[in-house]
Every structure is written in structure tokens, then in C-alpha cells.
């Protein structure tokens, strides 16, 4: 019994690898075997886990890294940008400071040529009125002057008119006088002349 080979063991429950009541050397080895080959699972798997880990934290140093870099690239472009946008705000107001300036001088020399033509047209209404009114002046004097002649020779006839029926009758009167001077002379006697 003791030479003779082991029997081979039946799987049986209850943690035994056969059905015997104890653990047999075969059911033993065969534990230890087990063991030994989930311990060298767990070391490759806990090996692995490591690596994964050691990867994994390089990985995430790495990813610090280019977030710290992306960071400081975003700042210094944000930065930049502040500059360049506070550089193009200048110049924008500097062109719209001289655009203003060069509307306001167009402006101003649009309304000295209005203030100049509104002058010219007033001046020239101010001419033609003085025309207008000096031409009337004149048309009315000469219209008095015609006026006043005209009276004036309405007059001279009215008068020569009134004197001429009374200068006819003084000389009637005249000649009249004459001849009753003459009659009384030629009825006079001569003895009454000594007297």
C-alpha cells in the first residue's frame, strides 16, 4: 500500500479537491499550485496595475504640464491681444479724431461759402433795390418837374386868359374917355376959353 501509487483523487466539496475526510498531499500540492499560480495572476495583474499607474500618473503629469504651459500661452496671447487691441483702439480714434477734424474744416469752408453767397445775394438784392428805388426817386421828380410845368403853363393861360378881356375894356375905357374929351373941346365957345 505504501508503494503503490496514489489513488487518483475525486473532486468532492467542502474545500477538498477529493473526497477524503483531510487534506491529501496530492489535494496539498495541488493547493499550493493553485496558490502559486493566482499569487503569480495577482503579481502580474498588480504588476500591470503599477504600470497602468505609473503611466497613467506620468500621463496626467504630462497633461499638467501642457495645461500649465497652455495656461501661460493663453495669458501671454491674451495679453498680446490686450495690447494689440488697445493699439488698434488708438489708431482707430487717432483716424477718427482726423477724419472729424477733416469733416468739421470741409464744414466750415461749406458754410463761409454759403455765409459768402447769401452776402453776394444780399448785397445784389440790396443794389437792385437801391436801383429800383433811386429809378423811382427820379421817375417821381421828373413826374413833379411835369407836374409843376404843366401847372405852370395852365396857369400862364388861365392868366393871360383872366387879362386879356381886361386889358380890352381899359383900352375901351381909354379910347372912350378920349373921345368924350375931344366932343366937350369942340362944343366949348371961344369967348368962353378968355374966360
Same mark, same amino acid.
Given at each position: /500500500?505504501? @508503494? @503503490?501509487?496514489?489513488?487518483?483523487?475525486?473532486?468532492?466539496? /467542502?474545500?477538498?479537491?477529493?473526497?477524503?475526510?483531510?487534506?491529501?498531499?496530492?489535494?496539498?500540492?495541488?493547493?499550493?499550485?493553485?496558490?502559486? !499560480?493566482?499569487?503569480?495572476?495577482?503579481?502580474?495583474?498588480?504588476?500591470?496595475?503599477?504600470?497602468? !499607474?505609473?503611466?497613467?500618473?506620468?500621463?496626467?503629469?504630462?497633461?499638467?504640464?501642457?495645461?500649465?504651459?497652455?495656461?501661460?500661452?493663453?495669458?501671454?496671447?491674451?495679453?498680446?491681444? @490686450?495690447?494689440?487691441?488697445?493699439?488698434?483702439?488708438?489708431?482707430?480714434?487717432?483716424?477718427?479724431?482726423?477724419?472729424?477734424? !477733416?469733416?468739421?474744416?470741409?464744414?466750415?469752408?461749406?458754410?463761409?461759402?454759403?455765409?459768402?453767397?447769401?452776402?453776394?445775394?444780399?448785397?445784389?438784392?440790396?443794389?437792385?433795390?437801391?436801383?429800383?428805388?433811386?429809378?423811382?426817386?427820379?421817375? /417821381?421828380?421828373?413826374?413833379?418837374?411835369?407836374?409843376?410845368?404843366?401847372?405852370?403853363?395852365?396857369?400862364?393861360?388861365? !392868366?393871360?386868359?383872366?387879362?386879356?378881356?381886361?386889358?380890352?375894356? @381899359?383900352?375901351?375905357?381909354?379910347?372912350?374917355?378920349?373921345?368924350?374929351?375931344?366932343?366937350?373941346?369942340?362944343?366949348?365957345?371961344?369967348?368962353?376959353?378968355?374966360?
Amino acid at each position: /500500500m505504501q @508503494g @503503490g501509487p496514489l489513488p487518483a483523487c475525486q473532486p468532492a466539496g /467542502m474545500g477538498h479537491c477529493c473526497s477524503k475526510p483531510y487534506r491529501c498531499l496530492q489535494c496539498l500540492d495541488h493547493t499550493n499550485e493553485s496558490a502559486l !499560480v493566482k499569487e503569480k495572476e495577482l503579481s502580474i495583474e498588480l504588476a500591470n496595475i503599477r504600470d497602468e !499607474v505609473a503611466f497613467n500618473a506620468a500621463k496626467c503629469e504630462k497633461l499638467q504640464k501642457e495645461k500649465e504651459e497652455l495656461e501661460l500661452r493663453f495669458e501671454e496671447e491674451l495679453r498680446r491681444l @490686450g495690447w494689440q487691441q488697445q493699439a488698434e483702439l488708438q489708431e482707430l480714434q487717432e483716424r477718427l479724431q482726423l477724419q472729424f477734424q !477733416v469733416e468739421t474744416e470741409r464744414l466750415q469752408e461749406e458754410h463761409q461759402g454759403q455765409l459768402l453767397r447769401i452776402r453776394c445775394q444780399h448785397e445784389e438784392q440790396v443794389e437792385d433795390i437801391t436801383t429800383s428805388h433811386e429809378a423811382a426817386l427820379l421817375e /417821381m421828380e421828373n413826374n413833379h418837374t411835369v407836374a409843376i410845368a404843366i401847372l405852370q403853363d395852365d396857369h400862364d393861360h388861365k !392868366v393871360q386868359d383872366c387879362t386879356g378881356p381886361l386889358s380890352a375894356l @381899359g383900352r375901351r375905357y381909354e379910347e372912350s374917355e378920349a373921345s368924350v374929351g375931344d366932343e366937350e373941346s369942340a362944343n366949348t365957345p371961344a369967348g368962353k376959353e378968355d374966360h
